[in-house]
């Protein structure tokens, strides 16, 4: 998916849904960092994505009017 898409994706979501998906990405990161360490994983690119997608959650979730 490309970053627009996602974006708009992201953007259609309701503040409860972004922090529930914020959660699992973040559970995911975390997986994935220890699966590098422990040399499971090959393809670094997934880590960058994701962390990226965080910043994209992140960033809506603080231009979010409660």
Same mark, same amino acid.
């Given at each position: 998916m490309k970053? +627009?898409?996602k974006i708009k994706d992201f953007s259609s979501?309701? +503040?409860l849904e972004l922090q529930k998906l914020l959660a699992g990405y973040q559970d995911k990161l975390r997986q994935l960092k220890f699966d590098l360490i422990s040399g499971k994983i090959k393809n670094v690119k997934?880590?960058?994505e994701?962390?990226?997608d965080?910043?994209?959650i992140k960033t809506l979730l603080k231009n979010i009017k409660s």
């Open positions: 970053r +627009k898409e979501k309701t +503040k997934e880590i960058r994701l962390r990226k965080i910043a994209r």
